[in-house]
T-cell receptor
Framework: GAGVSQTPSNKVTEKGKYVELRCDPI?????LYWYRQSLGQGPEFLIY????????DSGLPNDRFFAVRPEGSVSTLKIQRTERGDSAVYLC????????????FGPGTRLTVL | EDKVVQSPLSLVVHEGDTVTLNCSYE??????LLWYKQEKKAPTFLFML????IEKKSGRLSSILDKKELSSILNITATQTGDSAIYLC????????????FGAGTILRVKS
């Protein structure tokens, strides 16, 4: 079946602009995660959804970052007033639920803020 | 603070060599350890380990967890150029949400 998909694959924007990154998880997966990966580092947790609700948003760096999952499937990560330091690869992952530790990742969105 | 450390940071080997990648962790309420292979952008799942001393194997790759030493190794035998990638280790804690705590990864390059 289809894996996790993310769009766009690349996004270049200017400092101060607003961006939206989309994630479509594996069908039937109730848990959805966003991570951010900077060059030379492992992915860092941002936010986790179980169903429609954000169950843990402790990894969001500040209030410019926000994510939604209104129907419990597709999720959108929103970044306001982008800064150059936001440049990174944003990865989305999904899993079957709380009893499953294995997360399956999408191809990521490379965000570049000029 | 939770910590996952991988070593070496990078290595270069020749085709046919055997490599061993290391992962050590310091986390509260350990639940499981996962290995991923990352080529380009998407990490691809390799193994999940929960019990100490039980080897997981898939083709030329194998992995084992040592809970006493708080560590895991990933072995790749008869390496091929297609094994060139970043290998990521991640730990799951026993808490709601199962978020992954990653190490920085090991960059493996296999030369032909």
């Amino acid at each position: 079946g289809a894996g996790v998909s993310q769009t766009p694959s690349n996004k270049v924007t200017e400092k101060g602009k607003y961006v939206e990154l989309r994630c479509d998880p594996i069908s039937g997966h109730t848990a959805l995660y966003w991570y951010r990966q900077s060059l030379g580092q492992g992915p860092e947790f941002l936010i986790y959804f179980q169903g429609t609700g954000a169950a843990d948003d402790s990894g969001l760096p500040n209030d410019r970052f926000f994510a939604v999952r209104p129907e419990g499937s597709v999720s959108t990560l929103k970044i306001q007033r982008t800064e150059r330091g936001d440049s990174a690869v944003y990865l989305c992952a999904s899993s079957a639920g709380l009893e499953s530790d294995t997360q399956y990742f999408g191809p990521g969105t490379r965000l570049t803020v000029l | 603070e939770d910590k996952v450390v991988q070593s070496p940071l990078s290595l270069v080997v020749h085709e046919g060599d055997t490599v061993t990648l290391n992962c050590s962790y310091e986390v509260t309420n350990f639940r499981s350890l996962l290995w991923y292979k990352q080529e380009k952008k998407a990490p691809t799942f390799l193994f999940m380990l929960t019990s100490s001393g039980i080897e997981k194997k898939s083709g030329r790759l194998s992995s084992i967890l040592d809970k006493k030493e708080l560590s895991s190794i990933l072995n790749i035998t008869a390496t091929q150029t297609g094994d060139s990638a970043i290998y990521l280790c991640a730990v799951v804690r026993m808490e709601y949400g199962n978020k992954l705590v990653f190490g920085a990864g090991t960059i493996l390059r296999v030369k032909s």
